[in-house]
């Protein structure tokens, strides 16, 4: 059977659901050929490479990397690598959703604080271009003894922080208590956390935009036209049947990869300047990080072939500072997790998954941040909501396809030139689409408010307060060379992160206020929120009624082992186990049928 006569099975099989939209081509369970497998899966690839690639480029500046673009390369390739085993993790033992997992926002300002202590603060006397010289081998070596030491007990120290503060993601999942959470956690709480996400970066974006500014203007521009002006323009491609006739497919190219074309049409357009030497060509200058020659030695230096490994820079470092600093991040990557999990099962057209399947998925999702930690990417892993929204468009929500996609984010992170090409996009292009993207985290956090009464004062003053004292105070503790002195070093460490960390002051203020002042569940928007997870008056978690639901439950099964849970009953009592009784009814200790109630605050 070719690839076409399966899009045309799937199509007659259920061409509508009930709310009149197009059926799925590909459900969850369903296996398409390899090819398509393979071709479907590049696209998750591509439609992940921005925020993939954005988060290396961010964090070379805080681990003070310079310079050092084969590091910056092989920290690329790490990340790709990592997201590959990750999304193979959690398809196939985690939530089982078609999720791609990647590298998390939700991490860096934790890590920019832990990063901004006295002792992790770049010294004033490395720049970018000696940097370069030690490593070239031809340093001073007054300035660099060792010139990648200047960023491995850095990235070690993140490491230490981010796979001690995955373990208690871990025990969340495993323990169950996650529901617990959710019954004090709303759009109030969550809406300030995800927003300083976005504001507390500008200061990156603007770095790196200010290279040259109608560069990342053009970048910018691009990227509103394809993703706004041209969304619903599909491009007619042709495609060959197996014996028969040409026929003429339209994909909607510019809705799934905006930024990605914006970015190769602005490195494009910096290439015809820096060829017609329209840039300058003096370091410092004005407009020289636009060229695409700044780089371009990295291609040459990175080697074909790298696998990376556990302890590539080295035994992480664990500070109790640090560790605490990350925990703020943590949470809100599995808030934002959670809210994924059901997004790409109402997409797909799948029951909802039943809390002992979000238990496991936050669980697995623990596990992939010690993975990423230990491989040393500088950063953790969480679910990837573009590649979600992905499947509402393609209509494709195989599992094997992002299968497939893990493992091609496997094998182009083992392959070193990938990274380098990376490396060698110009300053200003990088800083035109960090603008965009994390304009758009921000206005993402923004939009939880509409789920809460904006014309009620209590509600405002709780936005007012968690945003503007989110931003003053992490500001004001930057500026300070000792902000925090209580006499015990640890915490102070302890302290200095936390009160640095603007989505963590501004999520916290958010969380105390809506808790302890007075207003009704439906003024502070819980009813409403809580209405995205359940489907009843009773908080049950339950199915929608969807074209051909009946029978689908099984897909959260654990493959190979859940034959063997079924049989033991002491597993309806194991928070990450979907167990089935004798008539088949699911069953399990952690239920929300047993614990969730609309007025459980």
Not at 25 to 36: A, E, G, K, Q, T
Not at 263 to 277: F, K, P
Not at 474 to 485: G, L
Request: charged letters at 15%; aromatic letters at 8%.
């Amino acid at each position: 059977m070719t690839p076409k006569d399966e899009v045309s099975r799937a199509s007659e099989s259920c061409e509508k659901n009930k709310d009149g939209k197009d059926g799925m081509l590909y459900r969850v369970d369903d296996n398409p050929s390899w090819i398509l497998c393979i071709l479907l899966g590049f696209q998750h690839y591509l439609t992940a490479f921005g925020s993939t690639l954005s988060v290396p480029l961010i964090l070379a500046g805080p681990l003070c990397m310079g310079g050092d673009t084969v590091g910056l390369s092989e920290l690329i390739a790490t990340m790709f690598f990592a997201s590959g085993i990750t999304t193979i993790l959690q398809t196939s033992i985690g939530v089982r959703l078609p999720i791609i997992q990647g590298a998390t926002f939700a991490l860096l300002a934790p890590t920019q604080s832990i990063l901004s202590l006295p002792e992790w603060t770049c010294p004033s006397n490395i720049s970018a271009s000696n940097i370069s010289d030690c490593v070239g081998g031809s340093g001073n070596s007054s300035v660099c003894a060792d010139p990648r030491e200047l960023w491995y007990p850095r990235i070690r120290e993140v490491q230490g922080a981010i796979c001690v503060a995955s373990l208690f993601q871990v025990v969340i999942g495993c323990s169950g208590v996650l529901s617990f959470f959710l019954r004090y956690i709303g759009p109030l709480t969550i809406a300030p956390t995800i927003t300083l996400i976005g504001l507390s970066l500008f200061e990156v974006a603007a770095y790196k935009a200010s290279s040259h500014w109608w560069i990342s203007i053009t970048t910018i521009v691009l990227i509103a036209i394809f993703s706004q002006y041209l969304k619903n323009i599909d491009i007619p491609v042709p495609s060959m049947n197996r014996g028969k006739s040409c026929s003429v497919i339209r994909l909607p190219v510019f809705k799934l990869f905006p930024v990605l074309i914006a970015m190769v049409l602005s490195w494009l357009l910096c290439l015809a300047l820096t060829l017609g030497g329209a840039l300058p060509d003096e370091p410092g200058s004005w407009g020289y990080m636009a060229r695409t020659d700044v780089s371009s030695s990295v291609l040459a230096d990175s080697p074909w072939i790298r696998i990376p490994y556990s302890g590539q820079w080295g035994m992480p470092t664990v500070s109790a500072g640090a560790v605490f600093g990350m925990l703020a991040g943590v949470l809100a990557s599995m808030m934002e997790s959670v809210g994924d999990y059901y997004a790409c099962a109402r997409l797909a057209e799948a029951p909802p998954p039943p809390p002992n399947a979000v238990n496991r998925g936050i669980a697995v999702e623990g596990v992939c941040c010690i993975i990423t930690g230990l491989l040393g990417t500088g950063n953790g892993s969480t679910s990837y909501s573009e590649n979600v929204g992905a499947i509402g468009i393609t209509k494709v929500g195989s599992r094997r396809v992002v299968f497939t996609a893990g493992v091609l984010l496997i094998l182009l992170g083992c392959l070193g030139k990938v990274g380098a090409l990376f490396v060698t996009i110009p300053e200003p292009v990088v800083g035109g689409m960090f603008i965009s993207m994390f304009g758009m985290i921000t206005a993402v956090g923004l939009s939880n408010l509409h789920f809460v009464d904006l014309t009620s004062t209590r509600n405002l003053f709780v936005i007012a307060c968690s945003l503007f004292f989110g931003l003053c105070f992490p500001h004001w503790m930057s500026k300070q060379k000792h902000p925090i002195n209580v006499g015990v070093p640890a915490v102070d460490q302890i302290l200095t992160v936390l009160l640095s960390t603007s989505m963590f002051v501004g999520g916290f203020i958010g969380f105390l206020l809506d808790v302890t002042l007075p207003g009704t569940l439906k003024e502070r928007g819980m009813l409403t929120w809580r209405s995205e997870v359940t489907s009843n008056d009773k908080g049950e978690m339950v199915a929608e009624n969807r074209c051909d639901d009946k029978g689908q439950s099984h897909i959260y099964d654990i493959p190979f082992l859940q034959k063997y849970i079924d049989r033991i009953p002491a597993c309806r009592y194991v928070p990450v186990f979907v167990t089935k009784s004798a008539s088949g009814e699911e069953t399990g200790a952690m239920t929300l049928e047993k614990k969730e109630k609309n007025d459980i605050v």
